[in-house]
């Protein structure tokens, strides 16, 4: 069979190698943990506890009675100590909760198996999984209820799993699928219920075989699910390439997936999803890449949400003499953070640490017009000529070549021969589009 | 918080990895590529070719150091590319000229088609070919006249025929064929003769025993570069392949003597500077188009322009001015092939 993919997309180093092999560990709990109001796309929540308040793990400390947003549950059992301004890994800063733990690790008594849980309606697996937090575990961190509650007239036809864990470095998908299958795939189950397709897909890249064949062999009895297997490269995670590549279809420009009949989640979302439905549980823990070669003990790690990364790291026999840089996330994508004091949240997939010689940008040649960055744009974008009317303030010209189609995936950057800073003057540009939308209203 | 980290670590934005590949690893290896030919070279035309190859280097280096200096801009020499140029520059000269060619030559393209319009990346024209361009209109004698007899060889690849390089060969026997009452029946016979004899040439020409400019005539050896850089992923098969088959195309049907359809395409690609200039100068990546319908249309062209200077124009070889003038059309061709954007909905 030809693997399917897209037109575009890069080879980066892939780093997996660190930590493919590890199984997951479970991170004992931290002394305290910092939980941000805010760990997805939406309206931030409000606090429902207050100083000095004991909380058991699973209880919901924070929320907000909007739609696109999702609670906040405690990780851990203790006391509240307070609600703190802290460095937040994605907006630079917010508000947290925060946690001493008591060590008692007790849990709210509403965590319960129910078998019958595929015969809930779907209304009432929505609204488990908007209670549980859900929000998308790749790192978007989209509320997840939101993505399975499309407008009526969108059609929606496939669900598709996304495993491609594209980003170099990070396991924690792939380790995930070889350790606990059943729950993803009992979580595809309720997302095709929910959205009433008959057709789940779970996309893996080759670079997997072990969880290709894990998942194949279960999914082969299951009505509709597939396993789809593309080759190696980089963004094919991205929501748009993935359903280019599974299904032949392409996302409008400036549409969503759900436009084209699908709808996209993570493999480790789906499980949360199954945990949510048929338990009840909500979003406590995640699961965590700490890798590279700036951390002594690489590892895949069962993380509290809310532990700082100082606590991750110690755990995996702290940081080398040379590491330099701690990325929150991947190399390509992920978000670069000042120090070790940042909580992991939703969307944190990674604790990345590059050493010196990896951690600065190279300097900045002339482009050459090797047209490389055309090559491998996977939104099949000019970068070098967004960067040049960008950098000259032609903000406006920028629009008509479609700057804001750009998915900020880094290929164009990785790639160019003068290390040219592509995507970070294409960013300032989308911004300043949208700044200019809104003064013309 | 807990006891505070004092370092502070690297933040810049993502990607936080880059490829490897450098522009200077790029331009050294099309250095590195041009040896064979300059190898054959020296081996059929003297050391008189490494004197000229040798001293345009050195002119384009020093040119470039000292006006990035002048400007107070970083000196990057280092980088290559003016070495490039020098190379280029040479290659595209017979090896017969006075040594002083070759100098105002470097000069002339590094300081006035180079860094006049703002260095690397800027130039609009391939800055070895427009010096050619330059010196061919200023001392034409010298640039055309002076072919050095090649070591095992004739000027025109053809036993017997000493006089004129092969297209040069082939022009004036088309001309004379044209027009045969204008010349005595002996020239007319010969000319025919000629035109019949082209394909005794192609062995010659492959191994580049023939009369030309320095870097041109050994299609083998230009061929081993291509490989090196095809192989370092420096140059892309669209815009060489694209223009020589245009080329081995419209020479087929225009080029004959006997009517349409009747040219002998392979002594088209074969001979002259075209297999030098499809490879090292079309793909030039400063004065390429940036995508890939950019490339096809560019080398149409290419080889449009090459076959009509070559079959009605003044001169014998049209490479170089066909280069040149599609160099111009490049920011036309990147406006009007703009790729279409993933998911671009009609309107």
Redesign the interface.
């Known amino acids: 069979m030809r693997k399917k993919t897209f037109v575009g997309g890069?080879h980066?180093?892939e780093g997996k190698s660190f930590t493919e092999k590890k199984s997951i560990e479970i991170l004992p709990n931290p002394?305290?943990v910092y939980i941000p109001l805010q760990q997805h796309i939406g309206a931030p929540t409000n606090p429902l506890v207050e100083k000095k308040q004991e909380v058991r793990a699973g209880e919901k400390i924070a929320e907000v009675n909007s739609f696109v947003s999702a609670p906040v549950h405690a990780s851990i059992s203790g006391t509240v100590t307070g609600i703190l301004d802290i460095i937040h890994p994605v907006s630079g800063k917010g508000k947290a909760i925060v946690i001493e733990g008591n060590g008692e690790d007790s849990w709210t008594d509403a965590i319960k198996f129910e078998d019958n849980y595929m015969d809930l309606p779907a209304s009432e697996m929505l609204s488990r999984i908007k209670e549980a937090g859900l929000a998308g575990l790749g790192g978007a961190t989209f509320p997840t209820h939101v993505k399975l509650s499309p407008p009526p007239d969108k059609k929606i036809d496939v669900a598709i799993l996304n495993g491609a864990e594209c980003e170099?470095y990070l396991t924690a998908d792939h380790r995930l699928m070889l350790e606990q299958p059943q729950d993803i795939v009992n979580g595809l189950r309720i997302m095709m219920k929910i959205l009433s397709v008959k057709r789940g897909i779970i996309g893996i890249e080759d670079n997997k075989p072990d969880a290709i064949q894990t998942m194949h062999k279960l999914v082969k009895n299951e009505a509709g699910m597939e396993v789809a297997v593309f080759p190696v490269k980089y963004p094919q995670g991205a929501e748009?390439q993935l359903i280019?590549a599974a299904l032949g279809r392409?996302?409008?420009?400036?549409?969503l997936p759900m436009d084209v009949g699908v709808v996209v989640q993570n493999v480790g979302t789906a499980k949360a999803i199954f945990e949510a439905v048929s338990s009840h549980k909500p979003l406590t823990h995640r699961i965590v890449t700490v890798t590279g070669p700036g951390v002594k003990e690489p590892k895949n790690l069962l993380v509290p949400i809310g532990t700082?990364f100082?606590d991750v790291v110690d755990f995996c026999g702290g940081l080398t003499e040379r590491?330099?840089?701690?990325?929150m996330g991947g190399?390509?994508?992920?978000?670069?953070?000042?120090?070790?004091?940042v909580p992991v949240v939703k969307g944190t997939s990674g604790i990345?640490v590059?050493e010196e010689d990896?951690?600065?940008?190279?300097v900045e040649?002339?482009?050459?017009?090797?047209?490389r960055c055309?090559?491998v744009c996977?939104?099949?974008?000019?970068p070098?000529?967004l960067q040049m009317l960008v950098s000259h303030g032609q903000t406006l010209e920028a629009e008509d070549?479609?700057i804001m189609?750009c998915i900020?995936c880094?290929?164009c950057?990785?790639?160019?021969?003068?290390?040219r800073?592509l995507?970070?003057e294409i960013?300032f540009g989308k911004r300043k589009v949208l700044e200019m939308r809104r003064k013309v209203g | 918080?807990?006891e505070?980290?004092e370092?502070?670590?690297?933040?810049?934005?993502?990607?936080?990895?880059?490829?490897t590949?450098?522009?200077s690893?790029?331009m050294w290896t099309v250095n590195v590529a041009m040896i064979p030919a300059l190898v054959m070279a020296v081996y059929f035309f003297g050391f008189k070719a490494l004197w000229v190859t040798l001293l345009s280097i050195a002119a384009a280096v020093v040119t470039e150091g000292i006006i990035q200096k002048l400007g107070k801009k970083p000196v990057?020499v280092h980088?290559g590319a003016a070495v490039i140029t020098g190379v280029l520059l040479a290659f595209n000269l017979p090896a017969s000229v006075p040594w002083w060619m070759p100098v105002i030559g470097s000069v002339f393209a590094i300081a006035i088609v180079k860094e006049l319009f703002g260095?690397?990346?800027?130039n609009i024209l391939n800055p070895a070919l427009a010096a050619r361009a330059f010196l061919l209109a200023s001392w034409p004698v010298d640039m055309t006249a002076n072919w050095t007899s090649p070591r095992g060889g004739t000027i025109s690849g053809i036993a017997a025929i000493t006089s004129a390089t092969p297209l040069n060969l082939l022009k004036q026997s088309a001309k004379i064929i044209a027009n045969p009452s204008n010349y005595d029946p002996a020239q007319v016979q010969q000319a025919q003769e000629a035109i019949a004899k082209l394909s005794s040439s192609y062995t010659h020409l492959l191994v580049g025993n023939v009369g030309g400019c320095i870097g041109e005539t050994s299609v083998i050896a230009l061929l081993v570069g291509a490989l090196i850089m095809f192989y370092r992923r420096v140059i892309d098969w669209r815009i060489p392949f694209t223009y020589i088959g245009t080329v081995a195309l419209f020479a087929w049907i225009f080029g004959g003597t006997e009517g349409l359809f009747t040219g002998n395409w392979i002594f088209h690609i074969l001979s002259g500077g075209l297999i030098l200039g499809a490879f090292y100068m079309a793909t030039d990546?400063?004065?390429?188009?940036?995508?890939?319908k950019g490339h096809y249309i560019f080398a149409v062209g290419l080889g449009i322009l090459t076959v009509a200077i070559r079959v009605w124009g003044g001169y014998p070889e049209g490479v170089s001015y066909a280069i040149l003038l599609m160099n111009l059309a490049v920011p036309l061709i990147?406006r009007y092939t703009?790729?279409?954007?993933?998911?671009?909905?009609k309107q």
């Open positions: 890069i980066p180093f002394k305290s170099p748009k280019r392409e996302v409008p420009s400036g549409g700082q100082q590491a330099a840089k701690i990325i190399p390509m994508m992920g978000l670069p953070q000042p120090n070790l004091e990345l590059l990896q951690a600065h940008l190279p040649d002339p482009c050459i017009g090797c047209g055309v090559e996977p939104s099949h974008l000019m070098t000529a070549l479609h189609d900020e880094g290929s950057s990785f790639i160019c021969p003068a290390n800073r995507l970070h960013r | 918080m807990s505070a980290t370092k502070l670590f690297v933040v810049t934005s993502s990607p936080h990895v880059r490829d590949d450098s522009i690893k790029i990057r980088d260095g690397l990346g800027y990546m400063v004065t390429s188009p940036l995508n890939a990147d703009v790729p279409k954007v993933f998911g671009e909905v």
